[in-house]
């Protein structure tokens, strides 16, 4: 089959390159998928990079990557089954995550076929597309467990979503509008329409709005552009609001090269979880890959959640996808099509 092949760790147009491999047959649980579309995301792009360094011995590989062929999130066709995987059919229209373990590994997505755990499939809706189904897991896993798995969610709360448009954000908004709560969302001047359209009831512009200033208060604060403060985030935040932090690392902007900007912030919030109201511990239990992609089938079945696909390309053409991934510029997910 052909796929992408990463050689090492460092920059997309040195390590990639699309080749022939050998195509995989499903182990035990896992289902073997046709891929019709795979996404590109920033996970993908720092595991391509192997930056900051201390991925690296989290399991993905310390010299280059366990697994050569990148990319975590497709949707396809069953094309057949392993032992023991009895919850799909050939021929089933799915998606989901494949990456094994925790999202900082590569998981053999950007390839015409990958094995995947049945765990972490679920049936692709027919009102979406497979450019649409793909960009959802890893984004949306995270989403849910930051947004939804920190505390009981209370119908009517108000929250602001910091890098509203974004992977993560997109698939935020609409999960917090399906659950009923009044959203404010932040985001660039050329984004804004886009926010609107995902259901935003109110939109900062953060080229000229300062969202922790004015009069509104929120119960909570979801983070993803990780470019507030907890300090300026209490002036807006109910007494028992809760803040937040996603972890953009912006593609190796800001952050040292071993632990990135992400890692350091996490480990300082979380000492000051005793004694901050508006902070809690953090969930460190990885999402349930099998429940959360079964609820963004279900939204997305119900027109709830509508992923936004902004352009397509050709596998090969997966230097190019990184480069518009890292550009900012994208006004919704990018997909590869193997």
Same mark, same amino acid.
């Given at each position: 089959?052909?796929?992408? *092949?990463? @050689?090492?760790? +460092?920059?997309?147009?040195?390590?990639?390159?699309?080749?022939?491999?050998?195509?995989?047959?499903?182990?035990?649980?896992?289902?073997?998928?046709?891929?019709?579309?795979?996404?590109?995301?920033?996970?993908?792009?720092?595991?391509?990079?192997?930056?900051?360094?201390?991925?690296?011995?989290?399991?993905? +590989?310390?010299?280059?990557?366990?697994?050569?062929?990148?990319?975590?999130?497709?949707?396809?066709?069953?094309?057949?089954?392993?032992?023991?995987?009895?919850?799909?059919?050939?021929?089933? !229209?799915?998606?989901?995550?494949?990456?094994?373990?925790?999202?900082? %590994?590569?998981?053999?997505?950007?390839?015409?076929?990958?094995?995947?755990?049945?765990?972490?499939?679920?049936?692709?809706?027919?009102?979406?597309?497979?450019?649409?189904?793909?960009?959802?897991?890893?984004?949306?896993?995270?989403?849910?467990?930051?947004?939804?798995?920190?505390?009981?969610?209370?119908?009517?709360?108000?929250?602001?979503?910091?890098?509203?448009?974004?992977?993560?954000?997109?698939?935020?908004?609409? /999960?917090?509008?399906?659950?009923?709560?009044?959203?404010?969302?932040?985001?660039?001047?050329?984004?804004?329409?886009?926010?609107?359209?995902?259901?935003?009831?109110?939109?900062?512009?953060?080229?000229?709005?300062?969202?922790?200033?004015? @009069? !509104?208060?929120?119960?909570?604060?979801?983070?993803?552009?990780?470019?507030?403060? *907890?300090?300026?985030?209490?002036?807006?935040?109910?007494?028992?609001?809760?803040?937040?932090?996603?972890?953009?690392?912006?593609?190796?902007?800001?952050?040292?090269?071993?632990?990135?900007?992400?890692?350091? %912030?996490?480990?300082?919030? !979380? *000492?000051?979880? !005793?004694?901050?109201?508006?902070?809690?511990?953090?969930?460190?239990?990885?999402?349930?890959?099998?429940?959360?992609?079964? /609820?963004?089938?279900?939204?997305?079945?119900?027109?709830?959640?509508?992923?936004?696909?902004?352009?397509?390309?050709?596998?090969?053409?997966?230097?190019?996808?990184?480069?518009?991934?890292?550009? +900012?510029?994208? *006004?919704?997910?990018?997909? /590869?099509?193997?």
């Amino acid at each position: 089959m052909q796929a992408i *092949l990463q @050689s090492a760790y +460092g920059e997309p147009a040195e390590v990639l390159s699309l080749g022939e491999t050998t195509k995989p047959v499903p182990a035990k649980g896992e289902v073997l998928v046709r891929v019709h579309a795979a996404s590109m995301h920033a996970d993908v792009w720092h595991v391509v990079k192997g930056w900051p360094y201390v991925l690296r011995l989290m399991g993905g +590989g310390f010299a280059r990557p366990k697994n050569p062929i990148p990319g975590t999130d497709m949707a396809g066709i069953v094309e057949s089954v392993g032992e023991g995987a009895t919850r799909f059919q050939v021929g089933d !229209a799915v998606f989901g995550e494949c990456a094994k373990g925790f999202q900082w %590994a590569n998981g053999g997505a950007f390839a015409q076929y990958v094995a995947v755990s049945q765990e972490a499939l679920a049936l692709k809706p027919g009102n979406v597309s497979f450019e649409q189904a793909a960009s959802v897991p890893t984004s949306g896993l995270i989403a849910w467990h930051n947004l939804m798995g920190h505390r009981p969610w209370r119908s009517g709360q108000h929250v602001l979503i910091n890098g509203a448009a974004g992977g993560v954000g997109a698939v935020a908004l609409q /999960l917090a509008k399906a659950h009923g709560a009044m959203v404010t969302a932040v985001e660039h001047t050329s984004k804004l329409a886009m926010v609107r359209a995902l259901g935003a009831d109110h939109v900062l512009d953060y080229s000229r709005d300062d969202p922790t200033q004015g @009069s !509104a208060r929120y119960d909570l604060i979801l983070d993803v552009a990780s470019n507030l403060t *907890l300090g300026d985030c209490a002036r807006v935040l109910k007494p028992d609001g809760v803040y937040i932090l996603i972890g953009h690392d912006h593609y190796g902007a800001s952050g040292s090269q071993w632990l990135g900007s992400g890692i350091p %912030a996490f480990l300082k919030l !979380a *000492l000051r979880t !005793a004694f901050n109201p508006h902070l809690i511990k953090p969930n460190m239990a990885a999402p349930n890959k099998q429940i959360g992609t079964a /609820l963004f089938s279900d939204l997305m079945a119900k027109g709830q959640l509508t992923p936004v696909v902004d352009r397509a390309f050709p596998l090969a053409k997966v230097v190019d996808a990184m480069a518009y991934l890292q550009s +900012g510029r994208a *006004l919704g997910r990018i997909v /590869l099509i193997p």
